[in-house]
């Protein structure tokens, strides 16, 4: 304990008083078993910690290897959906025309059930 420059005797032995009576509070055996637990538990969180740091380590690497091929398949998707609305841009085209051409050939209403029964991928399935 350090001691201040202008403190007195008597300063001095009632801070020892005050912190022998704050030691008497609780036994060393209980102090021994609370750092004991204490350990016990740091040791755990080591080692959590390192098969934590351990896992980042793997995931990263999985990460690296399956990004540049994710990406690839990404813009693949992409471009297949793009092909494909403009397939089907092209075919509601052909069928305006054809019903334009020869209305009789086609019913009244069939025309709009077969114009585009694709789902709207845009929105959520409800």
Do not use: W
Request: net charge negative; proline share 5%.
């Amino acid at each position: 304990m350090e001691k201040s420059p202008g403190a007195s005797p008597e300063t001095a032995a009632a801070a020892a008083e005050v912190a022998e009576q704050f030691r008497s509070l609780v036994s060393a055996e209980d102090v021994g078993s609370i750092k004991q637990a204490q350990h016990l538990i740091l040791g755990r969180l080591q080692d959590s910690n390192a098969v934590l740091t351990h896992f980042n380590e793997y995931s990263e690497q999985c990460f690296a290897e399956v990004s540049s091929d994710f990406a690839s398949k990404t813009r693949l998707l992409k471009s297949m959906k793009d092909d494909l609305d403009h397939i089907f841009l092209k075919l509601r085209s052909m069928k305006s025309r054809l019903a334009a051409t020869y209305p009789d050939a086609f019913p009244d209403g069939a025309m709009a059930k077969t114009m585009d029964q694709r789902p709207d991928l845009e929105n959520p399935l409800e």
